[in-house]
């Protein structure tokens, strides 16, 4: 039998409500918001390590993305970013520091995504096809905004490679269309 996931559901101030939903319930009312994360590990060289997408996957099929994904209730977003990571990519990051927090609308849909990078990691990538999400490959930083990739990562990868401390960034969708990015930082 499959476990349920939980998500904390948070309101317009980032705090948590003390209510949950099941994973991609989206019972969310006005102003509450599900928390996300993503984890961009970059190597000293120059390199992002990237995910291509498997073309089984319901959105985005064969497109490029970060490792990431929902934070499970009473988890915070360190610990988050630290389980996604090594479930999608076998590496245990070491060093890493908080970027930005991204808040993405898709129709009915919102999330807080917080962003981290990472230069710091212990253990051995996962290869072929033991990545359940997608090939893994390490993409020059130069190269990322030429992926098919969602055009908000094309912007958080600009102040990535700028090198901005840290920023919030408000991205809304109409499908896969962006339609308004609005930085903050």
Request: hydrophobic share 40%; glycine share 10%.
């Amino acid at each position: 039998m499959e476990k349920v996931e939980y998500w904390d559901i948070y309101d317009k101030n980032k705090q948590r409500t003390g209510r949950q939903m099941k994973r991609n319930d989206w019972c969310l009312k006005d102003d509450e918001y599900h928390l996300t994360v993503l984890g961009v590990v970059a190597h000293k060289d120059g390199r992002f390590l990237i995910t291509k997408r498997v073309m089984t996957k319901n959105w985005a099929p064969g497109w490029w993305e970060v490792s990431g994904g929902a934070a499970m209730a009473g988890e915070e977003s360190r610990e988050a970013v630290l389980r996604e990571v090594k479930e999608e990519t076998g590496l245990t990051l070491t060093h890493w520091r908080s970027r930005g927090l991204l808040t993405f609308i898709w129709g009915n849909m919102t999330e807080f995504i917080h962003l981290y990078t990472a230069d710091g990691w212990t253990g051995e990538m996962i290869q072929g096809d033991a990545c359940r999400e997608g090939v893994l490959e390490w993409v020059p930083k130069e190269k990322v905004e030429q992926l098919p990739i969602w055009e908000g990562d094309k912007i958080f990868f600009k102040l990535l490679n700028e090198e901005h401390p840290w920023f919030s960034l408000k991205l809304v969708y109409e499908g896969d269309v962006l339609r308004q990015a609005v930085l903050d930082g």
